[in-house]
Structure formats: structure tokens, C-alpha cells
């Protein structure tokens, strides 16, 4: 199984980036998915997730400016983020979620990419 993230970068503060997670070897219609990140000195925390039904969960800090999705058809999952500000500084990653479990239980995890938020 592999989930490599991509999509970060450098975004001025109020910019928007959208981050993909590509998946494969697994059958990705039947997992949740989440996106997580870790900033310098922190632990990691969960940002936002979709359900293999569709259902949408978010982390407060973001809601409102970041969005969910996902596309079956080609094992991706996304993270539109909005209104970005310094504070979602952080290296992100997805990972994918046994249908029934929680998003602090994941099944497998990927690699991250780095969104920094910076004037």
C-alpha cells in the first residue's frame, strides 16, 4: 500500500493551496481518509476526513476554510485550503481509516508534504 501526498508549498498568508494524496495497492473506495499534520515542536493532529460513504469531518481550526473530497475513480483523496494562515504551517499527510474506525486509528500512513504559510 502506498499514499504519497503532494500539492505543498509556500502560499502567502489568506492564499489557498490544494493538496492530493494518491493511493494505491488498496481497494480505496472501501476506507476512510484522512488528512493529518505535524508542525515543528507539536504532535500531530487530525485536520479533516471522508468517509468511504462521503461523509465529511473536520478539525474546528479549519472548518470553514478547508474541504475534503475525494475521487474514487482515481484512488485520490484532497484538501482544498482557504483563507490559509501561519498557524496551518505544518508538514500534512493522509492516511486511510478501516470503515467503523476512528479518525485516531489509521490502517496505513503516508508520506507528507510541506505547507508553509508565510509573508
Known amino acids: 500500500v502506498q499514499l504519497q501526498a503532494y500539492g505543498g508549498g509556500l502560499v502567502q498568508p489568506g492564499g489557498s493551496l490544494r493538496l492530493s494524496c494518491a493511493a494505491s495497492?488498496?481497494?480505496?473506495?472501501?476506507?476512510?481518509m484522512g488528512w493529518f499534520r505535524q508542525a515543528p515542536g507539536k504532535e500531530r493532529e487530525f485536520v479533516a476526513g471522508?468517509?468511504?460513504?462521503?461523509?465529511?469531518h473536520y478539525a474546528d481550526s479549519v472548518k470553514g476554510r478547508f474541504t475534503v473530497s475525494r475521487d474514487n475513480a482515481k484512488n485520490t483523496v484532497y484538501l482544498q485550503m482557504n483563507s490559509l494562515k501561519p498557524e496551518d504551517t505544518a508538514v500534512y499527510c493522509c492516511?486511510?481509516?478501516?470503515?467503523?474506525?476512528?479518525?485516531?486509528?489509521?490502517?496505513?500512513w503516508g508520506q507528507g508534504t510541506q505547507v508553509t504559510v508565510s509573508s
Open positions: 492516511a486511510a481509516h478501516l470503515r467503523g474506525s476512528n479518525w485516531s486509528s489509521a490502517k496505513y
Open positions: 495497492g488498496l481497494r480505496f473506495e472501501t476506507y476512510g
Open positions: 471522508i468517509r468511504w460513504s462521503g461523509g465529511t
